[in-house]
């Protein structure tokens, strides 16, 4: 059973910088995985940020990135304000038509 | 603008069946897979499932397979997913998302299904 671990909670400065990650529990993240990132904010749906590794969905401010970082995916939040106040989630592609999510990142800015 | 708009969500008995909609608009529905994908009340998201376009290949999320029936209509431009054997953890909000480079790329606004007695 893959598991997909991400930081349940992280705070950050308004105007700081923050990187959440996404790490597998056996094995690297890579491309191959199709990471891709999620805010959502309590009783909305979610909204996509990032997809892809690094590509911004449309709408998406550019202070708000995806990477590799060692063998894990991140999001990189640049100058965070007080809307990134959510929580985040990261999804996998495993292959074969299965998809697996990450337990979310609650952001707080403060 | 691509919109996705769920329904059929409702308080089910466990056991029971239930099934969901979700309508699109605003884009080629015919040439996109689709997903369903859920929300424990307080809890993360969790994948459920997976159609391509044409509807020819379905997958599921282990804790749904052999209950769940996803399935979809071009012509209504629509994606079902058939609901059996409902069980107390199936207990979500479910959300119809568009698939986009293997991401879920367009959100609906979510249907809340409640299995209890």
């Known amino acids: 059973q893959t598991v997909v671990t991400q930081e349940p909670s992280f705070s950050v400065s308004p105007g700081g910088t923050v990187t959440l990650t996404c790490a597998l529990s056996s094995g690297s993240v890579s491309t191959t995985y199709y990471p891709s990132w999620y805010q959502q904010t309590p009783g909305q749906a979610p909204r996509t940020l990032i997809y892809?590794?690094?590509t911004r969905s449309s709408g998406v401010p550019d202070r708000f990135s995806g990477s590799i970082l060692g063998n894990k995916a991140a999001l990189t939040i640049t100058g965070a304000q007080a809307d990134d106040e959510s929580d985040y989630y990261c999804v996998l592609y495993m292959g074969s038509g299965d998809w697996v999510f990450g337990g979310g990142t609650k952001l707080t800015v403060l | 603008e691509v919109q996705l708009v769920e329904s059929g969500g409702g308080l089910v008995q466990p056991g029971g069946s239930l099934r969901l909609s979700c309508a699109a608009s605003?884009?080629?529905?015919?040439?996109?897979?689709m997903h369903w994908v859920r929300q424990a009340p307080g809890k993360g998201l969790v994948w459920v499932s997976h159609?391509?376009?044409?509807?020819?290949?379905?997958t599921y999320a282990d804790s749904v397979k052999g209950r769940f029936t996803i399935s979809r209509d071009d012509a209504r431009n629509t994606l079902y997913l058939q609901m059996n054997s409902l069980r107390a953890e199936d207990t979500a909000v479910y959300y119809c998302?568009?698939?986009?480079?293997?991401?879920?790329?367009?959100w609906g606004q979510g249907a809340l299904v409640t299995v209890s007695s």
């Open positions: 998302t568009r698939d986009r480079a293997y991401t879920f790329d367009s």
């Open positions: 605003g884009f080629t529905f015919s040439i996109y897979s």
């Open positions: 892809s590794t690094n």
């Open positions: 159609i391509n376009n044409g509807g020819t290949t379905t």
